[in-house]
């Protein structure tokens, strides 16, 4: 969810919230001033009523402005002064409560005058409250709307230019890349989080990059001083091997001390190769047929392909030339072709080759599982039943980066695909 | 043969000049490109080694300086594999072969057989010993004046061993040979394994029984 959603979601909530609270006590404010203003106003017709009394008046000549209905009935004798309120629902048109009805307030009194006694009452009829809440609650959807209009214009404005330098630092983030950019530059903004925003990630970028950096020449440092080293080993044990008068176990001691040597010295040319590429030491380019290069490698691989009785489907429709260093490429496809023989099942299985303009794919069949994609192209994962698969992925994928095109890997049934967008 | 190891890392120029020493050849050495270019001024070598790496400057220096002396002579780079860009930057430069460390000590003699028997026009190019005469201009094998046929592959291993005719080979130094970088192959062992035989076959039925044998677990020796 984006920032600003976000926001607006919770403004928006609070705003709804606010405005029902908001609506609901002026609704019951309105209520209880009305109500007050009710019994007022039938107060001061008890005043009015008495007082035209009083004066000799007749009830009937009572204006009907002092309230709605007047009833005065002559009493034998007073025998309360309090005013006793009364509220009851008039029907305008039948006798059953409902939409129409009238909330009706009704005072009743007596009163002496003039040494007669009446029993008074007087009624009025109120604004009925369902309606005042109508007219609220069309006046709070009404202001919802606008604030909500204005707000979401608000936030198209703030996120254009207030968070402007925000998102312009996210965008720089998403692109940065530890082998390729330089220091990130940001634009000067002029507010205070995003000025430190900034600063700290270019900060820590800085660290990331020297780290990486020194992280990286030490890797290409060990394994380039480490070749010397591995030379005078492996030419040592190669000559130790030409002893004669050895036991049992030293023979095997040498063996064995000779192929792990060898496993040594595989690696560290890996790595050299690797550090190799990512430094571009191989500048130079020729223009390769990309069908040359698979038939010169399945030729090749002739005697392992025929070992494993792999039957190899190609499907070529057109030659594709691509600008390449030749070294790499060599060492590309031999590695693609080396893995989909070496990982396919023992006896009959297939190597479906297919290229045309745009990408090349290979499918093998195998008994390994799929391979986890998280791990495909880690240098060194281990996969169970060998060490080396990769450290050969990772040289694939090395190479295709340098070249900028695009792997991909998908299996189905026992099919493991590789597909490269060229 | 005379050769020059120019290569200033003491135990490893010592290993070469034993292993090659073994297979009658005349060595000297220099560990500088100074004292690399004394030795040359000074002696005719049918090939020199050459690291690149030099404590006081480049191995390129003294390739140049043979190409300009004295152009018959057969240069092999010996180099770490960051000094040069590939093989094919070693070969513009002049060198007879490249070759990186760590390198087998077979493969390295290999190589010297090689460059001679290219540089030496018109001279010694075959190889012989009792009964069997390869002859590497016509890919030629005589055993007991006999034609043998054989494949391609079985007579590179063929002439790899007699390259290094009194040594153990390993069966990897033999793989890789044969496959280059195609030797990690799960299957290699067994591919060097079936053509040796094939080999021994091949000598054995014309009545040379004495050569190739099996040195268990480690590779193989061309004769005793």
Same mark, same amino acid.
């Given at each position: 969810m984006k920032l600003l959603t976000k926001t607006n979601i919770y403004t928006s909530v609070t705003t709804i919230v606010l405005f029902a609270v908001g609506v609901f006590v002026v609704f019951k404010v309105i209520v209880v001033k009305l109500d007050s203003e009710q019994d007022e106003q039938l107060l001061s017709a008890k005043e009015i009523i008495?007082?035209?009394?009083?004066?000799?008046?007749?009830?009937?000549?009572f204006s009907s402005n002092i309230g709605e209905k007047i009833t005065?009935?002559?009493?034998?004798?007073?025998?309360?002064?309090?005013n006793s309120y009364k509220e009851y629902y008039e029907n305008t048109v039948g006798e059953e409560e409902d939409e129409e009805s009238l909330i009706v307030k009704e005072l009743s009194f007596?009163?002496?005058?003039?040494?007669?006694?009446?029993?008074i009452t007087v009624s009025k009829s109120l604004v009925e409250g369902k309606e005042i809440g109508e007219y609220l609650l069309g006046i709070m959807v009404v202001f919802l709307f606008i604030s909500m209009v204005v707000l979401f214009l608000l936030y198209r404005f703030i996120s254009a230019y207030v968070f402007s330098p925000f998102y312009e630092t996210l965008t720089k983030i998403k692109t940065w890349n530890i082998?390729k950019n330089d220091s990130l530059v940001f634009q000067d903004t002029n507010i205070e989080e995003f000025q430190l925003l900034n600063k700290t990630i270019q900060n820590l970028t800085q660290q990331i990059?020297? !780290?990486?950096?020194?992280?990286?020449?030490?890797?290409?440092?060990?394994?380039?001083?480490?070749?010397?080293?591995?030379?005078?080993?492996?030419?040592?044990?190669?000559?130790?091997?030409?002893?004669?008068?050895?036991?049992?176990?030293?023979?095997?001691?040498?063996?064995?001390?000779?192929?792990?040597?060898?496993?040594?010295?595989? +690696?560290?040319?890996?790595?050299? +190769?690797?550090?190799?590429?990512?430094?571009?030491?191989?500048?130079?380019?020729?223009?390769?047929? +990309?069908? !040359?290069?698979?038939?010169?490698?399945?030729?090749?691989?002739?005697?392992?392909?025929?070992?494993?009785?792999?039957?190899?489907?190609?499907?070529?429709?057109?030659?594709?030339?691509?600008?390449?260093?030749?070294?790499?490429?060599?060492?590309?496809?031999?590695?693609?072709?080396?893995?989909?023989?070496?990982?396919?099942?023992?006896?009959?299985?297939?190597?479906?080759?297919?290229?045309?303009?745009?990408?090349?794919?290979?499918?093998?069949?195998?008994?390994?599982?799929?391979?986890?994609?998280?791990?495909?192209?880690?240098?060194?994962?281990?996969?169970?039943?060998?060490?080396?698969?990769?450290?050969?992925?990772?040289?694939?994928?090395?190479?295709?980066?340098?070249?900028?095109?695009?792997?991909?890997?998908?299996?189905?049934?026992?099919?493991?695909?590789?597909?490269?967008?060229? | 043969?005379?050769? #020059?190891?120019?290569?200033?890392?003491?135990?490893?120029?010592?290993?070469?000049?034993?292993?090659?020493?073994?297979?009658?050849?005349?060595?000297?050495?220099?560990?500088?490109?100074?004292?690399?270019?004394?030795?040359?001024?000074?002696?005719?070598?049918?090939?020199?080694?050459?690291?690149?790496? #030099?404590?006081?400057?480049? =191995?390129?220096?003294?390739?140049?300086?043979?190409?300009?002396?004295?152009?018959?002579?057969?240069?092999?780079?010996?180099?770490?594999?960051?000094?040069?860009?590939?093989?094919?930057? =070693?070969?513009?430069?002049?060198?007879?072969?490249?070759?990186?460390?760590?390198?087998?000590?077979?493969?390295?003699?290999?190589?010297?057989?090689?460059?001679?028997?290219?540089?030496?026009?018109?001279?010694?190019?075959? #190889?012989?010993?009792? =009964?069997?005469?390869?002859?590497?201009?016509?890919?030629?094998?005589?055993?007991?004046?006999?034609?043998?046929?054989?494949?391609?592959?079985?007579?590179?291993?063929?002439?790899?061993?007699?390259?290094?005719?009194?040594?153990?080979?390993?069966?990897?130094?033999?793989?890789?040979?044969?496959?280059?970088?195609?030797?990690?192959?799960?299957?290699?062992?067994?591919?060097?394994?079936?053509?040796?035989?094939?080999?021994?076959?091949?000598?054995?039925?014309?009545?040379?029984?004495?050569?190739?044998?099996?040195?268990? =677990?480690?590779?193989?020796?061309?004769?005793?």
């Amino acid at each position: 969810m984006k920032l600003l959603t976000k926001t607006n979601i919770y403004t928006s909530v609070t705003t709804i919230v606010l405005f029902a609270v908001g609506v609901f006590v002026v609704f019951k404010v309105i209520v209880v001033k009305l109500d007050s203003e009710q019994d007022e106003q039938l107060l001061s017709a008890k005043e009015i009523i008495i007082k035209s009394l009083k004066e000799g008046k007749l009830p009937e000549l009572f204006s009907s402005n002092i309230g709605e209905k007047i009833t005065i009935k002559e009493i034998y004798k007073q025998t309360t002064s309090a005013n006793s309120y009364k509220e009851y629902y008039e029907n305008t048109v039948g006798e059953e409560e409902d939409e129409e009805s009238l909330i009706v307030k009704e005072l009743s009194f007596q009163c002496s005058v003039n040494d007669k006694s009446y029993a008074i009452t007087v009624s009025k009829s109120l604004v009925e409250g369902k309606e005042i809440g109508e007219y609220l609650l069309g006046i709070m959807v009404v202001f919802l709307f606008i604030s909500m209009v204005v707000l979401f214009l608000l936030y198209r404005f703030i996120s254009a230019y207030v968070f402007s330098p925000f998102y312009e630092t996210l965008t720089k983030i998403k692109t940065w890349n530890i082998k390729k950019n330089d220091s990130l530059v940001f634009q000067d903004t002029n507010i205070e989080e995003f000025q430190l925003l900034n600063k700290t990630i270019q900060n820590l970028t800085q660290q990331i990059k020297s !780290d990486y950096r020194n992280l990286k020449e030490f890797t290409e440092n060990v394994s380039h001083e480490a070749q010397t080293p591995l030379s005078i080993i492996s030419t040592k044990i190669e000559l130790l091997m030409q002893e004669k008068n050895y036991s049992i176990k030293q023979h095997e001691s040498v063996q064995q001390i000779f192929q792990a040597t060898q496993r040594l010295y595989k +690696l560290n040319q890996v790595l050299i +190769l690797m550090s190799r590429i990512e430094n571009k030491q191989f500048v130079a380019t020729d223009t390769i047929n +990309l069908i !040359d290069c698979i038939e010169v490698k399945l030729e090749e691989l002739e005697d392992f392909i025929e070992a494993k009785q792999i039957t190899i489907i190609k499907e070529f429709n057109t030659n594709v030339f691509k600008d390449l260093n030749p070294v790499l490429s060599d060492i590309l496809f031999n590695n693609i072709f080396i893995n989909a023989i070496k990982y396919n099942i023992e006896i009959g299985g297939t190597i479906k080759i297919i290229l045309n303009t745009e990408s090349f794919s290979i499918e093998n069949t195998s008994n390994r599982n799929k391979i986890d994609k998280r791990f495909l192209f880690e240098r060194f994962t281990k996969s169970s039943t060998s060490g080396s698969l990769g450290v050969g992925l990772s040289l694939i994928k090395k190479i295709i980066d340098y070249f900028n095109w695009q792997i991909a890997y998908t299996h189905k049934d026992g099919v493991h695909k590789f597909k490269i967008y060229l | 043969m005379r050769i #020059l190891i120019i290569e200033d890392e003491k135990p490893l120029r010592e290993d070469i000049i034993y292993y090659l020493s073994e297979n009658g050849h005349k060595c000297d050495f220099a560990s500088s490109v100074k004292s690399g270019l004394e030795k040359l001024s000074e002696n005719k070598y049918s090939c020199a080694l050459v690291d690149i790496g #030099l404590p006081d400057g480049s =191995g390129i220096e003294i390739i140049e300086y043979i190409k300009d002396k004295n152009p018959e002579m057969g240069v092999i780079i010996i180099t770490a594999a960051n000094s040069l860009e590939d093989k094919l930057t =070693g070969l513009k430069i002049g060198a007879d072969d490249y070759l990186t460390k760590p390198f087998h000590l077979s493969e390295l003699s290999a190589r010297i057989y090689s460059v001679i028997r290219r540089r030496n026009f018109g001279g010694r190019n075959t #190889l012989v010993f009792d =009964g069997l005469e390869i002859d590497t201009k016509e890919k030629k094998v005589l055993a007991n004046g006999i034609h043998l046929v054989f494949t391609k592959k079985e007579y590179d291993i063929l002439l790899y061993l007699a390259s290094n005719p009194t040594h153990l080979i390993t069966k990897e130094a033999l793989a890789e040979n044969i496959w280059g970088d195609k030797a990690e192959m799960a299957t290699t062992f067994d591919f060097v394994y079936s053509q040796i035989k094939n080999l021994k076959k091949k000598l054995n039925e014309a009545g040379l029984t004495n050569f190739i044998k099996v040195v268990y =677990g480690l590779g193989y020796k061309f004769k005793d």
